[in-house]
């Protein structure tokens, strides 16, 4: 499985587009790249999921090189309420056995 | 998405005795479930796996024997604390998966041994 590699934490304010990195240099050929949200108390909520090169939906867009040895989450337009911890998650097509690495800790500023 | 419902949310137990942790998936069969556990301010951690109707796969350092694991049906998985301990205070988490497709994940169930 491979090991991702993300920032311990940012910060950013209301209104700003906001772009978390991870790593995983070591991706498989059959690996897909999900990210998850999590708010404190709750379980993680699902953002968006991508293969290679960009992915958007209605909250985030996801890019991926074409070596897919990284992505980048991007979330446009941050508000307080998007404070949390985002996971990024690398598994293996048939299997969802995610393994979770340390997460992005975001805390939005008014 | 689907959904995937765990009770109870919060669950105080006295040392020693043993709780019961339920996980559904409400609007499609989970022929897959995961547990993990969940410290303060520290990522999920993966306890074991189960598929419907076989013996659930526990992680290295996770003992089989302290934590059971049931997936008797495709909607429901059973994560039972034995003679649990203050130690074992932590949130747990369950997902579910049908067939290799996504999974979903539960709101967590918040364990305090007092």
């Known amino acids: 499985l491979a090991k991702t590699t993300q920032p311990i934490s940012m910060d950013s304010y209301e209104g700003q587009e906001v772009n978390i990195t991870c790593s995983h240099n070591?991706?498989?050929?059959?690996?897909?790249i999900t990210w998850y949200q999590q708010f404190p108390s709750q379980g993680p909520r699902f953002i968006i999921q991508g293969y290679k090169t960009k992915v958007t939906n209605e909250v985030a867009s996801l890019f991926i090189p074409a070596d897919r040895k990284s992505s980048t989450l991007s979330l446009p337009r941050v508000s307080l309420s998007d404070t949390a911890v985002y996971y990024c998650l690398v598994f293996t097509s048939g299997t969802y056995k995610y393994i979770f690495g340390t997460g992005t800790r975001l805390k939005v500023l008014a | 998405g689907a959904v995937v419902s765990q009770h109870p949310s919060r669950v105080i137990c006295k040392s020693g005795t043993s709780v019961k942790i339920e996980c559904r998936s409400l609007d499609f069969q989970a022929t897959t479930m995961f547990w993990y556990r969940q410290f303060p301010k520290q990522s999920l951690m993966l306890m074991a796996t189960?598929?419907?109707?076989?013996?659930?796969?526990?992680e290295q350092g996770v003992e089989k024997d302290k934590f059971l694991i049931n997936h008797a049906s495709l909607t429901l998985s059973t994560l039972t604390v034995t003679s649990a301990h203050p130690e074992d205070s932590s949130f747990y988490i369950c997902?579910?998966?049908?067939?290799?497709?996504?999974?979903?994940f539960g709101q967590g169930t918040r364990l305090t041994v007092v």
């Open positions: 070591n991706i498989a050929t059959n690996d897909y």
């Open positions: 997902s579910a998966s049908s067939q290799g497709t996504e999974a979903f």
């Open positions: 189960s598929n419907e109707g076989s013996k659930a796969t526990y």
